[in-house]
């Protein structure tokens, strides 16, 4: 039988790193599979939950492709695709926004409402968080990039305690309406607040020598890695615009970022508060 203070071992465990991030300051991307099964969801925020009750600060950026899918199918309108971006006409911009920042940001701050977790659901267009203008030349692809940050409301939030919950919209001086990578908007979130971490909650254990093969996950990268693991292939696909918005940010400040499975129950908090940790954390 355990003896009554080896029950408590977990917090010695824990307890350097809890020492450590106490008023650090994550950016999380959530999106893909994790946000569609709902207990895995259920884990997810009450894993942000625990870190915020640690004494984290945190900010919340979040994607929604598999229920943009859903809704775009039920108004038959074909999802399209090109080299992994979506391409998003004017009507398509209409339910992205719709289901972005009307369902799934509400659904997400109603979770932490339910945790006793002040938050605050936004998108980029909200206090003129984020400006953008288009990725493409093409007038008729409303996909963007950020080209400035005013990060006045997320610093009065953190300041009071309270959850910034982000869908990843924006608009342009026009106030014409752009729809941003979710990765790249919580890169670009990261590196204007001089971040602690930037994490990726994604559908793959993180970089890998070999997709087929878990054990071969690289655990730990350093920035000089980057060029020869692309011209090996090794990342390649969807796996390319992670990594280089998680370069990105660690060039500019960003102490480290993570690329995790999201899939993986509390791969969160596997992640944060173990020695062995659970993804791909690149530093410079």
């Keep these: 039988m355990l003896n009554n203070f080896d029950r408590f071992s977990l917090v010695n465990d824990i307890l350097p790193f809890i020492k450590d991030y106490t008023n650090k300051l994550f950016v999380i991307k959530y999106g893909g599979s994790a946000m569609q099964d709902n207990s895995l969801q259920f884990n997810v925020i009450n894993d942000i939950s625990f870190l915020h009750f640690l004494g984290i600060k945190i900010v919340l ?15 038959n309108i074909k999802p399209r695709f090109e080299n992994g971006i979506r391409l998003t006409d004017s009507q398509t911009m209409e339910v992205v926004e719709m289901v972005l920042s009307g369902k799934i940001n509400k659904h997400l701050v109603s979770l932490f409402n339910k945790n006793n977790i002040l938050s605050v659901g936004l998108s980029g267009k909200d206090a003129n968080l984020t400006l953008s203008s288009p990725l493409f030349l093409n007038s008729n692809n409303l996909v963007g990039h950020i080209d400035l940050i005013n990060n006045n409301v997320l610093n009065l939030l953190l300041s009071n305690n309270y959850v910034p919950v982000i869908s990843s919209i924006s608009c342009d001086l026009n106030q014409d309406t752009y729809n941003i990578n979710a990765d790249t908007f919580a890169g670009s979130i990261a590196e204007s607040l001089a971040a602690d ?19 071969s996950l690289i655990k730990n990268l350093k920035i000089d890695d980057i060029s020869s693991l692309r011209e090996e292939c090794i990342i390649s696909g969807g796996m390319i615009p992670k990594v280089e918005c998680c370069v990105k940010a660690v ?20 992640e944060l508060l173990t020695l062995d940790r659970i993804g791909s954390k690149i530093t410079v």
Excluded: F
């Design 61 to 75: 950026v979040h994607g929604g492709g598999p229920s943009i899918n859903t809704w775009l199918s039920k108004l």
């Design 197 to 215: 971490k930037l994490i990726l909650l994604t559908d793959t254990l993180g970089v890998m020598q070999n997709l087929n093969v878990p054990s």
């Design 251 to 270: 060039k500019h400040g960003v102490k480290s970022a993570h690329i995790i499975d999201g899939r993986i129950p509390h791969s969160l908090l596997y």
